[in-house]
């Protein structure tokens, strides 16, 4: 039998000036359609942010190409496996902002990244400062609602927000006044989200803001299921979760059991357009039931 093809799906950002993004978005499109790549690639004049998935040697192929590129060459990608069906087409634009936050305004970046953002920590770092500064250290989630529901760093803050244009309002609601002296660290799926976010927050008077270098994703690659994240990872790729060690149980419950579960499906009611948190045995007995009312 011929060996199986193995797909890998990528992500990465870089902050860096671009002159022309419209040129590097023309580079971007045209390279991942030769090599058949799906996904998504977001440039502005910040720089670019992409999530991507294909076949395992046109990924590298593609890696290659894009660090070939002065302001890209030490774009910090992050791995994980994928199936060849994780995104349903390729989509390359320029917009505003890398992350819709809605304040394009406040950010700055030079060739090094952002400018006045949070301290970078590395996991190990972040694991140092917790030894020190024990419980006054706070863990603020840089995600939404619906990602935060099914894993999260013990303890952490969990603003109440349904897209990143919530963030804003959130910070300046009054909510979290009582952080500002406290050491805060704001994580996030790969990184880029707690860029804008930190400067964002020390924006508004927080004080002592730091945010996870390489977000959860490099977090659960050093410590797994040994450190201090709880449960699954949300992903934006068609498995839409990820766990880093076997045997983990999500933090999500199923709205008809309760059972813990990362699966999230499509709202059973036909005007609620939402996804819901849902097991897998009673997704199947909700189908069962439609299927018996249909006919």
């Not at 990528?10 to 996904?39: E, K, M, N």
């Not at 694991?127 to 609602?145: P, S």
């Not at 797994?224 to 990820?242: A, E, I, N, P, Q």
Request: net charge negative.
């Amino acid at each position: 039998m011929p060996p199986q093809t193995q797909h890998r799906i990528i992500l990465f950002y870089v902050f860096t000036p671009l002159a022309d993004p419209d040129a590097v978005r023309l580079w971007q499109l045209t390279l991942a359609r030769s090599l058949d790549l799906r996904g998504r690639v977001i440039l502005s004049e910040h720089g670019i942010n992409a999530t991507l998935g294909g076949e395992l040697g046109a990924i590298k192929q593609y890696v290659r190409g894009l660090k070939e590129y002065a302001p890209f060459k030490d774009a910090d990608i992050k791995w994980s496996q994928g199936t060849g069906d994780d995104f349903p087409r390729l989509s390359v634009k320029v917009r505003p902002e890398l992350v819709t936050f809605g304040r394009p305004e406040e950010i700055k970046v030079s060739q090094d990244g952002v400018l006045g953002g949070g301290e970078h920590l590395t996991p190990q770092q972040l694991h140092e400062l917790v030894a020190a500064r024990g419980e006054d250290v706070v863990f603020f989630d840089g995600r939404n609602t619906m990602e935060a529901a099914i894993g999260r760093f013990e303890g952490a803050v969990v603003p109440q927000v349904e897209t990143t244009r919530d963030f804003v309002a959130e910070l300046e609601s009054g909510r979290y006044d009582e952080l500002k002296d406290k050491p805060v660290v704001t994580y996030c799926t790969g990184g880029i989200r707690c860029e804008v976010l930190t400067v964002l927050m020390k924006n508004r008077g927080f004080q002592d803001v730091y945010q996870l270098d390489g977000g959860i994703v490099r977090y659960a690659e050093a410590f797994r299921d040994r450190g201090l994240w709880k449960g699954s990872l949300y992903t934006f790729d068609g498995t839409m979760h990820r766990e880093f060690a076997d045997g983990v149980q999500s933090l999500g419950c199923c709205i008809r059991c309760g059972e813990p579960t990362p699966r999230y499906v499509n709202c059973e009611v036909s005007t609620c357009r939402k996804m819901v948190l849902a097991c897998e045995n009673c997704e199947q007995e909700a189908e069962s039931l439609h299927a018996v009312h249909a006919d």
